[in-house]
């Protein structure tokens, strides 16, 4: 499978790295070297079978315009563009694309989501959310502790949810969820040791979309990589 992949961050660079172990073709572009999303030519996109993107929330929103409008696929690991969500799922029906999108491709994260929506089940708790990313991480809270909150809203109606962030040098990745009350205190957390999880998801996540049109959340497909 021919992929691009757009950013050479450090999550990207280990996206490319992953995509050639698992013996995929690999494209790397770099945001300097796609402004505006310019070098997402029809030729370019021709030649890739799945986009995946690591790159900022508004390079993202363009990157996608370009690639669905030519009916392209895409999976975005970059999170703080979903104002622009039923946008992108409209041009994705509309061109028969593909659009998977994520707050977090780890499969240990996907697990964590499962287990916070149990842990919300509780009667009688307050539900706080603890985040730790790197200094260099844009947004706060991290789309991985939104989508948390609103697996506990959603279980709980009602419920209100605070999330506490945290940027400490070049910190992985750590999400923990706090169940409390007078008698005692439950958690469950994921610490990501490395960016290889979300890379490695992403990666699947592109084989998955490989030759698929219609949009996804990658909650609800990963169980089938």
Do not use: C
């Not at 694309?97 to 994520?102: A, I, K, M, R, T």
Request: hydrophobic share 45%; no cysteine.
């Amino acid at each position: 499978m021919n992929i691009l992949v757009l950013g050479k961050g450090k999550t990207g660079s280990l996206v490319a790295e992953i995509a050639v172990e698992r013996g995929h073709s690999v494209r790397a572009l770099d945001i300097s070297e796609n402004q505006g999303a310019q070098a997402l030519t029809a030729p370019i996109l021709a030649t890739a079978d799945v986009v995946i993107d690591f790159t900022a929330p508004e390079s993202a929103v363009q990157n996608m315009r370009a690639v669905l409008a030519l009916g392209g696929r895409i999976v975005v690991g970059t999170t703080g563009w979903y104002a622009h969500l039923a946008e992108m799922k409209a041009k994705a029906l509309e061109r028969q694309g593909g659009l998977l999108y994520g707050t977090n491709f780890s499969i240990g994260v996907q697990k964590l989501f499962r287990l916070t929506a149990a842990l919300a089940q509780l009667e009688g708790y307050e539900f706080s959310i603890d985040e730790t990313h790197h200094v260099t991480k844009l947004d706060a809270p991290s789309g991985t502790a939104i989508t948390l909150r609103e697996i506990i809203e959603a279980t709980r109606p009602g419920t209100k949810v605070e999330i506490t962030s945290h940027r400490i040098a070049d910190a992985k990745g750590e999400h923990v969820v706090t169940a409390k009350n007078e008698i005692d205190t439950l958690t469950v957390s994921h610490d990501a040791h490395s960016r290889k999880g979300f890379a490695l998801g992403a990666v699947r996540a592109a084989e998955w979309l490989h030759g698929k049109s219609g949009a996804w959340e990658f909650r609800e497909i990963f169980d089938q990589l």
